[in-house]
């Protein structure tokens, strides 16, 4: 049976938007699952309207600050999220662009990773926030133009967004770091990552669970997974001296029985961006798809040989974008800019 509820707005009445919450049966459907593939050919994006250093989410973020060198902080971030865009577009990664609505101000719709993510098996699942003020990132209109112009055919929801109103939160692919073919979340303990919920969101797709412990330099938990892990199609990802003594053997365990070389970099590495990333593929006719890696400048440039040699060998392109103003005042790198449209 099939039934559809209108989400009403928050109390202050911010959320401009109503999603459409579709419930279905809520087991994982192995008949409709396609061939498992580990990176996606097409992206969303969305272009900022009032991008800036948030204070909501700084409390639980130890890689933003306040202060960038940039006197107009959202031209400087629009000029990065173009050139973003374009270099995607100029190796054939489809990108559908999304503008963000001036009102209300939304200061991090630049990740809209954090509030959605799609896959293979036409599963879309809305996650909840941690940061009031993000909350209104969640547009219907979104999700129109990446089925619109991406072609992606949604089968099933699971709308977790109701959790806020908990005190409960999971952030997406920054809370959760997938392997698709393994069929593995891997996530980081935090305020913005509950167990609990992972282990909904797992039951409901077919996916293991592996729930770990981190922090960083300052000793508390990072705010999300994939500033320390991050799974390509024949590398893995991770800065093991992140992880807490209690797991680090068994994550880093899971991740060498994926069969992918494990490039394990440093805290000084992890600070710079250097295992938020991505790898994206672009689609050869009657050939093997060419796996391209995205990463900022920054990130290049905090990875020690020992660290992008094996990373370099494991992918066919690499795409080097610059991308300080985002990086510096939202705290996330471009990995956090592409939400993975399979």
């Not at 629009?78 to 054939?92: K, N, S, T, W, Y």
């Not at 935090?190 to 167990?195: A, D, G, I, L, N």
Request: aromatic share 6%; charged share 20%.
């Amino acid at each position: 049976m099939l039934v559809r509820r209108r989400l009403q707005p928050n109390p202050k009445g911010c959320v401009q938007y109503h999603l459409w919450q579709t419930h279905v049966n809520t087991s994982p459907e192995p008949d409709h699952r396609p061939a498992p593939v580990q990176c996606a050919s097409a992206v969303l994006l969305v272009q900022p309207a009032h991008f800036a250093f948030n204070p909501q989410t700084a409390g639980s973020n130890r890689l933003a600050s306040p202060a960038s060198g940039a006197a107009a902080p959202n031209l400087a971030a629009l000029a990065e999220f173009e050139a973003l865009h374009q270099a995607l577009r100029a190796v054939g990664v489809r990108c559908c662009v999304v503008q963000d609505t001036a009102l209300p101000p939304k200061p991090d719709a630049i990740f809209p990773n954090n509030w959605l993510s799609f896959h293979a098996d036409g599963s879309l699942v809305l996650y909840p926030l941690h940061a009031p003020n993000r909350r209104a990132e969640r547009r219907a209109e979104i999700l129109a133009a990446v089925q619109q112009e991406l072609g992606f055919r949604e089968r099933r929801r699971l709308d977790l967004s109701d959790r806020e109103q908990q005190g409960r939160f999971l952030e997406g692919t920054g809370s959760l770091v997938l392997d698709h073919v393994g069929r593995i979340a891997f996530a980081s303990r935090s305020v913005r990552t509950e167990e609990s919920l992972v282990q909904e969101w797992a039951a409901w797709i077919g996916y293991e669970p592996v729930v770990f412990d981190s922090c960083g330099l300052d000793g508390q938990p990072l705010y999300h997974t994939n500033v320390l892990v991050s799974i390509g199609a024949r590398h893995a990802v991770v800065c093991s001296a992140a992880l807490s003594l209690k797991d680090r053997g068994r994550v880093l365990e899971r991740l060498r029985a994926s069969g992918r070389t494990i490039v394990d970099i440093s805290i000084d590495a992890l600070y710079g961006f250097g295992a938020n990333i991505l790898e994206l593929q672009v689609p050869v006719p009657g050939g093997r798809p060419t796996g391209v890696l995205v990463l900022s400048a920054r990130a290049r440039a905090a990875l020690a040989p020992a660290e992008w040699e094996p990373l370099r060998a494991a992918v066919d392109r690499v795409i080097e974008v610059s991308v300080p103003t985002i990086e510096t005042l939202g705290g996330g790198g471009v990995r956090c800019m592409m939400a993975e449209v399979p």
